[in-house]
């Protein structure tokens, strides 16, 4: 059954039509892009081979909404600081709308919500999340989350990576406001003249927030649809049985279902595009493409989780990118598990190796 979803949506997406560009580069820095009638695009750096994150900026009657920030670092608040100088000056910033809680969104929503004095609005998953990792960065190494990764065959330089990546995000981000206001899907958020759907997607990230206006088919996808880059798709050793890819093939099928073709995608990062109905197809068919690989390796002789690695990822990663290609490798492990055709093998009443249900 699996088998036959997985070539049903590869074929979808090798027919589906080219996304459309509506802007063929993106702007430079402290240059902002308007994107539709009093809505801007602006980019902030990132210091990773994603070297950019999305921000817009909505006409908010006497000023701007912001949606995400960036990480917080030097380098991105003098981004910030050229933007409110140039496209953005003479009118003030009213509200800071973050989609989700990974570092390249949030990581500038205290700086500017303190400075500014303006509201934080996020889901209550993405504050509290951000919140937690803020008041316990070191949990993250307790022995059970370790456990969990040289149990399934990572090497101890990417586990004692992973363990410390609570550090690394408070590295990225400011502290939150005390106080932000909550954000749910199927609420109706009003920007200046604008009214927005708001909806929530899991998991690239946990309850991420989406916003779309339907009058002008205006789609802010945050992460979760991206023009070239199939979104992070990760399980965490605090939740080792979750099935976050489920979830993801999920959202986007809603997104499809819910959204119109032709809906102008304002993405967190790369270019906007239209196109939402074949990228959302092309991206489940990467998914099914990789889970199918996983489950014929595992049809030709069980493995070690680990082991699967190089089924997923052929260029060599260093201990770091190893860490996050084993919990993306997890989360397609979890879906075929759960979907009943993968299955463990046991070894002195342990999960040691995984084989082909069928
Ligand atoms: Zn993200
Ligand atoms: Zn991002």
């Known amino acids: 059954m699996a088998r036959d979803r997985v070539n049903g949506a590869m074929t979808k997406a090798t027919e589906s039509a080219p996304l459309v560009f509506p802007f063929s580069a993106p702007p430079e820095r402290s240059e902002a892009f308007e994107v539709a009638p009093g ?5 902030i750096p990132l210091p990773f081979r994603l070297d950019h994150v999305n921000v ?12 995400d920030t960036g990480i917080d670092n030097e380098k991105a608040r003098l981004a910030w600081d050229a933007l409110l100088a140039g496209p953005l000056a003479g009118r003030r910033l009213t509200r800071v709308i973050v989609t989700h809680m990974h570092p390249d969104h949030i990581g500038l929503a205290g ?7 303006i509201p934080l609005l996020t889901s209550q998953t993405a504050y509290i999340e951000c919140l937690n990792l803020s008041l316990a960065p070191g949990k993250l190494q307790a022995p059970v989350y370790r456990d ?6 990572l090497d ?9 990546m609570g550090h690394d995000y408070l590295g990225m981000v400011a502290p939150l406001p005390p106080t932000f206001e909550r954000l749910v899907a199927g609420d109706r958020l009003t920007i200046g003249k604008r009214n927005f759907d708001v909806l929530a997607g899991d998991r690239h990230a946990p309850e991420q927030l989406m916003l779309f206006n339907g009058e002008e088919r ?6 979760q649809a991206l023009a070239k880059i199939s979104p992070n798709v990760s399980v965490s050793a605090m ?8 979830l993801y093939l999920r959202s986007l099928g809603a997104l ?3 959204l119109p073709a032709d809906s102008l995608v304002l993405p967190g990062h790369q270019l906007p595009f239209y196109g939402l109905h074949e990228r959302v197809d092309e991206l489940a068919a990467h998914h099914e493409a990789r889970c199918e690989a996983l489950l014929q390796a595992c049809r030709e002789k069980p493995h070690r989780p680990a082991e699967l690695l190089t089924v997923l990822f052929t260029r060599k990663l260093d201990p770091h990118q190893m860490g996050f290609a084993f919990s993306e490798l997890f989360a397609h492990v979890n879906y075929l598990l759960n979907r009943g055709v993968l299955k463990w093998i046991e070894r002195d009443g342990r999960r040691a190796r995984l084989a082909a249900a069928d």
């Not at 809505?39 to 980019?43: C, F, P, S, T, V």
């Open 39 to 43: 809505i801007l695009w602006a980019r």
């Open 56 to 67: 817009y900026f909505i006409d908010d009657g006497d000023g701007w909404a912001v949606v």
């Open 111 to 117: 700086w500017l919500t303190e400075q500014f004095d």
């Open 148 to 153: 969990f990764y040289l149990r399934n065959g």
């Open 156 to 164: 101890e330089a990417a586990t004692a990576l992973i363990a410390t």
């Open 218 to 223: 205006l789609f802010l996808a945050a992460d």
């Open 239 to 246: 939740s080792p049985r979750d099935d976050p890819l489920g």
């Open 256 to 258: 499809k279902a819910g």
